[in-house]
């Protein structure tokens, strides 16, 4: 639980700097990963709290674009703001080329042929590289892959 221990050695940094963006992006996280913590009666492991990271991540993205789209820019740069302080504690992003590379990997281990096995595929790949890959631009890949 490593990134946890660093969420929090972060937040009381951040509390102590008086760095209220940082405060409340942190604090927000903790008290996602506590009810997650809750619902599942036990710690959370690395993965599954860099899926959270990302889950609040994507929110953000969907946010500003909204902010954006409605005109209110000082909302979508707090918001920016806030996806800057989540992405430092994201894993890098796989790029086009590896995530291109590891779908053809998982289709050949899977022997997947036709859409039929695009959820398995899928799932495959999210559980084994959480945090690091876009739904979207996988469900792209894979589904080009299998058609």
């Known amino acids: 639980m490593e990134i946890v221990k660093k969420l929090d050695q972060d937040f ?3 509390y102590k700097a008086r760095d209220e963006i940082k405060v409340a992006v942190l604090r927000m996280v903790r008290a996602a990963i506590k009810n997650k913590q809750v619902e599942l009666r036990r710690d959370l492991k690395e993965e599954e709290v ?8 994507k929110q953000r993205q969907d946010a500003i674009a909204q902010f954006q789209k409605a005109g209110r820019i000082d909302l979508a740069d707090k918001e920016k703001k806030e996806l800057e302080i989540l992405h430092r504690y994201l894993p890098s992003r796989l790029t086009h080329q590896e995530l ?15 859409m039929q096995h695009m ?25 080009a892959k299998l058609s």
């Open 100 to 114: 291109s590379s590891i779908v053809d990997k998982t289709i050949k281990e899977l022997e997947a042929q036709g």
């Open 12 to 14: 009381v940094a951040a």
């Open 119 to 143: 959820g398995q595929v899928m799932r495959a790949i999210m559980t084994k590289y959480a945090g690091r890959v876009d739904g979207k631009e996988l469900s792209e890949i894979v589904r």
């Open 50 to 57: 860099y899926a959270l990271l990302s889950k609040e991540a």
